[in-house]
Each structure stands twice: as structure tokens, then as C-alpha cells.
């Protein structure tokens, strides 16, 4: 996963923009640092003896998170599908958490490597590429980018930070559907900016620090309900989001909570999911992505409604779409910065917007037929719908899913 995301990363950025930027002081106040604070966390014979007093010390930064050592406890229940094992050195919560990994509360993720060959980025003055051409260190990216995807994927979200330390020096990093943002080196033990970073992230809005707000726990009523319509486990979570439909009226939702997937968290990060429609007693296709933001490519609510307006046939309706609305920091931030002066070379990014769809019909995976006459006609259908809107001039892109469905 390291060397797929390599053309992705935008930096070295200056730490104290990074901070102004993301978690802009106008909202959050100010903090007093002290240099030396790490002092017993840099003066740690290894990697391990550094996680306790690292952790002692930033609590007094931000005492209203937690900061756990997770080391020891991957999250095996969250990350089943993974092929290794997700267990970042620390974890940092702002639920109480106090114990291990748990990436479906998880707020940021803290990797640790106390040797400089372990480094994933390198400094240059030549305005090459700071990451690292290492074995060693695309190992390392390969990590970090894994710890993250698994955050992304098993919560909803916009955006999420996290932090790389290599003894006396830190980058913190802002992931999104775009790339990522990584701060130029810092030392901590003298210079502010993490400290800094720890404390305005204890105080700042979920907003800032990348929670998606417009979707909550669905109540145990709800809960209890559409888990029995949609055939789901007891223990299921249940969420709920409200997506706006075309007569301006809002299509409330409840969905399954999303499972952690080892996806590069780059790209359109789509999820879809049967949901239940309470107000209407009904079962719907929902989906969740980050589309592709370009002039020339249109919304996909917008190209079913113009299959559906010129009678193509085989076309679920498309009941309610939209761009998620969202505060400036909850955009993606990675194309905005790439073409920053301080930005080394990277590989062209594309622009993404936060979109959700709801459609009529539920889709099933196509290697779930009982027969082989059924997929002939599955395909037989899709020939049809294709042909006729060919036919409208209505442009149909086809892709699969990561649930392997149409």
C-alpha cells in the first residue's frame, strides 16, 4: 500500500500553517508550551520504552483526550478482513477509551520507529520527492497508510489526521479522498507544533477533526427495526442520515455502521448498503462516495434522471441525491496545496466532493445467481439500457463496485 500511495502525498508543509489551516486558532484557544517538555520520551533506549512517557506528557497538553498504548492490542474485531494486524502504537480517543485498538472510535493514530532507516520521508533541498525510496520507509508508508484506511473505512468521515515519529522528530499528516498533507519534520521536544496540534484537536469541533456530522446513531427503536427488515445481525450498529430529495423533502435513512476494508483511502471511497426508509416502510439502495469534481463529469443522481426522462429502460429511479454540505476544513484539502511552492513532485490529483445516492431498487452481486439463465438476462438487461440510452445520447459509465455489483 506504500508505493500505491506515494504519488499521493502533498508536502513537506511548514507545521505552523498546517495547524493554521486545519485547525485554525480563531476557533480554538491558544496554548502554552515549554521546551524540553519530551524530554524522557527522546531519551528512550527503544520504540517501546517511548510510548508511556509520550503518552504522560501529552496528557497534560490535552487532557481531553486519551492517549492509549495499543501496541499489543490489534483490533480484531473491527479489521477481520485485514491480512495483517492493525495495531498502531498509540491510539487516541475522546470517548474515555482506555484500553487497545478500536478503530471504529478511534480519533488519531500515533506510529512510532526509532531508527531514521525507518523513515518514511526524507528531507531534500533539491525539490525531489521527500518520501522515502527505501525498503524500509515505503514499509512504513505502507503502514501508516493501512492504520488509516481502516480508520477511514470503519467510520464516516471527511477527513482524518495522524502522526509519524521518528525519536526527536514528528510529522502529522491530514488524509482525505484526494491524498494527504504531511507537515515538514518537527521537533517536538523544542518546537510547539504537535503539542500545539494534540491540544487544538482536544478542543476543536468534530467538524475540524473530520467527523462526518450528518450522519448519527440511529435510536435502539430504529435500530431494533430496520434490522429486522434488512435481515441484519442483533449486534449490528445502526445508523441514520437524511439525504434530500428532489420535491426538497428529506429521505431519512437507517444504515448498517460501515466495515473496515483495506482500501487505499484515495479515490472514491464508495460504500453501499441496502437501507430502511422508516417513513415509508421501504427498503432503498443507499450510497455513499466521493465523486470525481469535474466540469465535464456529471453527478450520478443527475445522469439517472436523464435516463429516466428519456425512458431508458432497465434504470432504477434515482429518489434523492446531493452534495453533502460541509464547513471549508471538511473539504478535501490535498489538489488545494498541491500546487503550493513548497509542494515536491507528485503525481496529478484529482478533485473529489463528498455525494450521497439513494435509488429505488436494491442490487445484488452478480455471483449470486441460482441459475446461469439469470445472469444471461442480468447482462441481457444491461445490454438493453445501454443500448437505449446510446441511442438518447445519454452517456452511461459502467464501473463495479467493491461490493462486486453493477
Known amino acids: 500500500m506504500g508505493k500505491e500511495m506515494q504519488g499521493f502525498l502533498v508536502g513537506p508543509m511548514n507545521a505552523e500553517d498546517f495547524l493554521q489551516e486545519f485547525l485554525p486558532v480563531t476557533k480554538i484557544p491558544d496554548n502554552t508550551f515549554t521546551s524540553g517538555a519530551f524530554d524522557s520520551t527522546i531519551s528512550a533506549r527503544d520504540e517501546a520504552q517511548a510510548y508511556e512517557p509520550f503518552i504522560n506528557t501529552m496528557n497534560t497538553f490535552a487532557p481531553g483526550l486519551s492517549f492509549v498504548d495499543s501496541h499489543l492490542y490489534p483490533d480484531t474485531n473491527n479489521c477481520k478482513k485485514f491480512p495483517f494486524q492493525v495495531k498502531p502504537d498509540v491510539c487516541v480517543y475522546s470517548d474515555g477509551t482506555s484500553v487497545g485498538c478500536n478503530m471504529v472510535t478511534a480519533e488519531v493514530v500515533v506510529e512510532f520507529k526509532w531508527s531514521q532507516t525507518h523513515d518514511a520521508f526524507r528531507e531534500r533541498d533539491d525539490g525531489s520527492s521527500f518520501i522515502s525510496q527505501t525498503e524500509k520507509g515505503i514499509d512504513t508508508l505502507g503502514q501508516i497508510t493501512s492504520y488509516t484506511a481502516a480508520q477511514l473505512t470503519a467510520q464516516y468521515r471527511t477527513h482524518a489526521f495522524s502522526v509519524l515519529i521518528i525519536q526527536d522528530q514528528a510529522r502529522i499528516i491530514r488524509w482525505d479522498s484526494e491524498g494527504a498533507v504531511v507537515t515538514s519534520p518537527i521537533r517536538y521536544n523544542t518546537e510547539p507544533h504537535l503539542a500545539d496540534f494534540f491540544y487544538r484537536y482536544a478542543k476543536a469541533s468534530p467538524e475540524l477533526r ?197
Not at 354 to 365: I, K, N
Open 210 to 406: 473530520g467527523v462526518d456530522t450528518s450522519v448519527t446513531p440511529a435510536s435502539d427503536e430504529e435500530s431494533d427495526h430496520a434490522r429486522r427488515r434488512l435481515n441484519l445481525d442483533a449486534k449490528t450498529r445502526m445508523l441514520k442520515v437524511q439525504v434530500p430529495a428532489e420535491d426538497s423533502s428529506l429521505v431519512a435513512l437507517i444504515i448498517p455502521a460501515p466495515v473496515a476494508m483495506g482500501l487505499l483511502p484515495v479515490g472514491r471511497g464508495t460504500r453501499t448498503c441496502p437501507a430502511y426508509d422508516p417513513d415509508k416502510d421501504r427498503i432503498v439502495m443507499f450510497k455513499d462516495s466521493w465523486r470525481v469534481s469535474l466540469p465535464h463529469i456529471l453527478p450520478e443522481g443527475e445522469t439517472y434522471k436523464q435516463l429516466k426522462a428519456a425512458n431508458v429502460v432497465n434504470v432504477a429511479t434515482c429518489i434523492a441525491c446531493h452534495d453533502v454540505p460541509s464547513i471549508p476544513q471538511q473539504l478535501p484539502q490535498s489538489v488545494k496545496f498541491s500546487s503550493a511552492d513548497w509542494a515536491c513532485p507528485h503525481d496529478t490529483l484529482t478533485p473529489h466532493s463528498h455525494y450521497r445516492l439513494v435509488l429505488d431498487v436494491v442490487g445484488e452481486a452478480l455471483t449470486n445467481f441460482p441459475r446461469s439463465r439469470r445472469l444471461v438476462e442480468a447482462v441481457r438487461d444491461a445490454l438493453l439500457g445501454m443500448y437505449f440510452a446510446a441511442q438518447c445520447n445519454v452517456l452511461i459509465l459502467i464501473k463495479r463496485s467493491p461490493q462486486g455489483c453493477i
